[in-house]
């Protein structure tokens, strides 16, 4: 099973069901008290638990990794932050620590920037790596010095140092993977997304939802499952018609119409979204030919070198705005301003 942009359109379905899930409280407080060891779950109030909105992966990250921010209270009074990495890639990543640290910093900028008038120090960042790999995470390699080599015991003050709490799917039995049902639901489904066992475990999986199909988010959560099975599984390995009579006979047979409804209602989102990007594909296109046409005019003896330029901007803003410079200006430097 492969990670792909389906018919769905869904280019990280990752990423979209883990932050769909894991931005509702009772969920995220879920995660947490499953995956975090006691020791550090007495010091915490989860009732405090407040949901940042804040994402601090890279663009070029973003189908590796998905992040989730929390702000709780600790029971002494002060207030730290629980960082939930989740980790999309199917080998083990060696060099996580390095993301790991890179995003608690940028957390604590974050906190000095928001917080310019207050002399207190830092909060306290506690990171939580999920994984769902093919193969076991190594657990005597959740600290960062275990990436170093060298006399680290002597040099030990000279040394950043950290450990995270490591929540991998891989060494749990379904029995032992705890949590709301939505909680539960979605890292079965990470689980086997890569997997040829997940069309046997659907069952399982789908009697989970029809509990949650009585309540009020019931369909919302349906469509989340549905949205996730049609993007990261192919329809050679798990048709929908396979999917409906897993859900007719786990759920109910008015589910499993629905089923085939709401496939066809995301088959004509991704045509869409197909179909738009298409136009503006184009339109980007033929910017770029306009704005070539107006720099040979213009500034002939710089094409070559401003056209690089040019064809690294996919923004139809920018093109625009170079467009229009290009009408407007006769300074250089005024266009090249816009270019870089």
């Known amino acids: 099973m492969t990670d792909k942009e389906s018919t769905t359109g869904v280019k990280n379905p990752h990423d979209k069901v883990f932050r ?3 931005s509702n409280f009772d969920n995220a407080c879920s995660l947490i008290s499953n995956a975090m060891p006691q020791r550090v779950l007495k010091l915490m109030d989860l009732s405090t638990l407040e949901i940042c909105k804040d994402s601090f992966i890279e663009e070029d990250l973003s189908d590796y990794y998905s992040d989730m921010l929390y702000q709780v209270k ?3 009074g002060s207030t730290g932050s629980v960082y939930v990495l989740f980790e999309h890639k199917s080998y083990y990543d060696k060099y996580v620590h390095l993301q790991l640290l890179e995003y608690m910093i940028k957390i604590w900028r974050l906190h000095i920037k928001q917080n310019k008038e207050e002399s207190s120090g830092l909060p306290i960042v506690i990171p939580l790596l999920i994984c769902h790999g093919r193969r076991e995470w190594p657990e005597d390699t959740v600290r960062f010095t275990s990436l170093l080599t060298g006399p680290v015991g002597e040099l030990t003050g000279y040394i950043p140092d950290f450990g995270f709490e490591l929540y ?9 993977i705890k949590g709301t049902l939505m909680d539960r639901v979605v890292k079965l489904l990470f689980k086997y997304s890569r997997n040829p066992e997940l069309r046997h475990k659907l069952p399982e999986i789908f009697a989970l939802l029809k509990t949650l199909m009585e309540k009020e988010t019931g369909l919302q959560c349906l469509e989340t499952v549905l949205r996730y099975l049609t993007s990261v599984v192919s329809e050679d390995e798990l048709s929908l018609e396979q999917i ?3 859900a007719d ?3 109910s047979k008015e589910t499993g119409e629905y089923i085939m409804t709401l496939a066809e209602k995301l088959r004509n989102e991704g045509e869409i979204r197909g179909e738009i990007k298409g136009k503006i594909k184009g339109e980007i296109k033929g910017l770029k030919g306009g704005i070539e046409t107006a720099i040979i005019i213009k500034f002939p003896e710089d094409m070559d070198m401003m056209m690089a330029l040019v064809h690294k901007i996919e923004s139809l803003d920018t093109l625009n705005k170079v467009n229009e ?10 266009v090249l301003a816009l270019l870089k």
């Open 249 to 251: 006979q786990a759920i």
């Open 325 to 334: 410079a290009l009408k407007t200006k006769q300074d250089k430097a005024e």
């Open 74 to 76: 600790f029971r002494d």
């Open 168 to 176: 991998d799917l891989f060494r749990f039995s379904d029995d032992q």
């Open 20 to 22: 769909e899930t894991y």
């Open 244 to 246: 409906k009579e897993i």
